[in-house]
């Protein structure tokens, strides 16, 4: 057999290649060429490798973040106290295709020194398909280490196992609250809402106030200022129109003083002569104490009703 029917594969330097679909029990020859920029140059390094016959798969390789890479006996503190997602890359199937892989975990300690599996803690067999290539195994103990167990499995047999171990954190999200607590919760979040659907329509009714002099605010108050109107109104008109005291009813008619201009012309009969009018007048004075009105006769002089009708006047 020449080269000339040779398959060709190119990768970049200084990485690893794995060379996949070779047959099982069948010899391959290598040989190996590198290219720069001007070209490619002649090959060598010739080697014959002779593919053993059909078998299990080779061992998972279990993912671990950075922190625990190219560590034995590798103990993951998982983040959380429930559950821990597993994952892992897919091993070389050896001539026959992986169907699917199987996860087994149990509980373990570490005591004197060494690891001590328990036989009564561990769980059943677990069936992943060779689609996926994660697992999440849910139900852990809170602050528990366990051994898990990863196998892959081609029409041939089960792979050798990839163990690793891990520690579930101490149960501070495993905590459940009760129907009480979660109902109270709802009826303090419906109460905030509320709160604050109430404050905003407060604030829109005072920017509409300041603006445009409506809303709520601005109706509360033309309706204050229009019963202090009222009121006031109200007290103005009682004193412009103040009705008369039942008892005034029993005070005297006005006294006519001055003559009237027929009496100046026509001379006075002496049937109708009243006697001579003295200097001195007299005049009534009333007084209300709240329940009775109570008139008396004074005697005022010449000038004095000229006084008290100019005071009366000025205080009208």
């Known amino acids: 057999m020449?080269?000339?029917?040779?398959?060709?594969?190119?990768?970049s330097v200084n990485a690893p290649y794995i060379i996949e679909g070779l047959s099982?029990?069948?010899?391959y020859d290598f040989r190996f060429a590198t290219i720069n920029d001007v070209g490619i140059g002649g090959y060598g390094g010739?080697?014959?490798?002779?593919?053993?016959t059909r078998s299990v798969p080779t061992e998972p390789k279990i993912l671990v973040p950075p922190e625990y890479a190219g560590l034995r006996d590798i103990l993951v503190n998982s983040p959380y106290a429930d559950h821990y997602e597993l994952r892992w890359k897919v091993p070389h199937d050896n001539g026959d295709p992986i169907d699917y892989y199987v996860i087994r975990y149990c509980v373990t300690e570490f005591r004197d020194g060494q690891w001590f599996d328990s036989t009564s803690e561990?769980?059943?067999?677990?069936?992943v398909s060779f689609q996926y290539q994660s697992y999440e195994l849910d139900n852990l103990v809170p602050d528990t280490t366990y051994k898990l167990e990863l196998r892959a499995h081609n029409p041939i047999g089960l792979s050798s196992p990839a163990q690793i171990r891990i520690k579930t954190a101490r149960g501070l999200d495993a905590v459940i609250p009760s129907n009480d607590s979660t109902?109270?919760?709802?009826?303090?979040?419906?109460?905030?809402?509320?709160?604050?659907?109430?404050?905003?329509l407060i604030l829109v009714d005072i920017l509409c106030f300041c603006v445009n002099r409506t809303g709520i605010l601005a109706f509360c108050c033309d309706c204050a200022r229009s019963k202090r109107v009222d009121e006031e109104d109200s007290k103005l008109g009682s004193y412009k129109a103040a009705p008369a005291h039942p008892n005034s009813?029993?005070?005297p008619q006005p006294i006519k003083l001055a003559p009237s201009s027929e009496d100046e012309r026509e001379p006075l009969s002496p049937e109708n002569r009243s006697p001579q009018?003295?200097?001195?007048?007299?005049?009534?004075?009333?007084?209300?104490?709240?329940?009775?009105?109570?008139?008396?006769?004074?005697?005022?002089?010449?000038?004095?009703?000229?006084?008290?009708r100019f005071q009366y006047l000025n205080n009208f």
């Open 46 to 52: 010739n080697q014959r490798y002779i593919m053993p």
């Open 122 to 127: 561990c769980s059943s067999e677990i069936t």
């Open 183 to 200: 109902s109270l919760s709802s009826g303090l979040i419906l109460g905030i809402v509320i709160a604050c659907v109430v404050v905003v």
């Open 249 to 251: 009813l029993n005070l």
């Open 24 to 27: 099982p029990q069948r010899a």
């Open 2 to 11: 020449t080269w000339d029917n040779a398959w060709n594969k190119t990768w």
């Open 277 to 308: 009018i003295v200097d001195e007048k007299k005049s009534l004075t009333v007084e209300y104490d709240g329940k009775e009105v109570h008139t008396k006769p004074t005697e005022i002089g010449r000038y004095s009703a000229v006084y008290a």
